[in-house]
T-cell receptor, first 111, second 112 residues
Framework: QQKVQQSPESLTVSEGAMASLNCTFS??????FRWYRQHSAKGLEVLVS??SDGEKEEGRFTAHLNRANLHVSLHIREPQPSDSAVYLC???????????WGSGTKLIIKP | AQTIHQWPVAEIKAVGSPLSLGCTIK??????LYWYWQATGGTLQQLFY??????VESVVQLNLSASRPKDDQFILSTEKLLLSHSGFYLC???????????FGPGTRLTVL
């Protein structure tokens, strides 16, 4: 069964410095990967989806996927305090109907 | 533009009482619909999904049920709440064949 783990559990970064978050998964046949973020007690906002090995950029958010290493990362360029949130990695297998979620990384951006 | 609404925003209920949470999508016909549950400080867990009116598939039941009475409406319910039902409930939608899921603002449920 697919397992998704995120690291670190919590990350504090200064405003303007690059923030990097990690997600590992157990089943390399997964076919798509997404990053979401959740501000406190609110709904989720999709940031970037990636399906192929390599890099996918959406504004200040860049995802890197390496299936061989069972790893997908998220890099946030020039983060602002408003980017402080919980960042969630989600992986789906053979359909778009079921997502397996990581437990999240709490990101704090210091002014 | 598509909008997704959830009601109520928050609910405090007694153990053993019934529950009904609602979700409505406007501006999109025949969406795929999803219910998620998130315990406080816990991982997001998918509960149900529906790809068409009247059809709901269970992923994890947690003594809850779901129904899709209309194309744009998804209902989560139970006749008897448990303490373990407390948490944050999120509804989401996606286009057929497209992987991105878009989430509603959520409902905070506290069971006492």
């Amino acid at each position: 069964q697919q397992k998704v783990q995120q690291s670190p559990e919590s990350l504090t970064v200064s405003e303007g410095a690059m923030a990097s978050l990690n997600c590992t998964f157990s089943d390399g046949t997964s076919n798509n990967f997404r990053w979401y973020r959740q501000h406190s007690a609110k709904g989720l906002e999709v940031l970037v989806s990636i399906f192929s090995d390599g890099e996918k950029e959406e504004g200040r958010f860049t995802a890197h996927l390496n299936r061989a290493n069972l790893h997908v990362s998220l890099h946030i360029r020039e983060p602002q305090p408003s980017d402080s949130a919980v960042y969630l990695c989600a992986v789906s297998m053979d359909s778009n109907y079921q997502l397996i979620w990581g437990s999240g990384t709490k990101l704090i951006i210091k002014p | 533009a598509q909008t997704i609404h959830q009601w109520p925003v928050a609910e405090i209920k007694a153990v053993g009482s019934p529950l009904s949470l609602g979700c409505t999508i406007k501006g999109k016909s025949s969406p795929n619909l999803y219910w998620y549950w998130q315990a406080t400080g816990g991982t997001l867990q998918q509960l149900f999904y529906s790809i068409t009116v009247g059809q709901v598939e269970s992923v994890v039941q947690l003594n809850l049920s779901a129904s899709r009475p209309k194309d744009d409406q998804f209902i989560l319910s139970t006749e008897k709440l448990l303490l373990s039902h407390s948490g944050f409930y999120l509804c989401a939608w996606s286009r057929l064949g497209v992987y991105e899921q878009y989430f509603g603002p959520g409902t905070r449920l506290t069971v006492l």
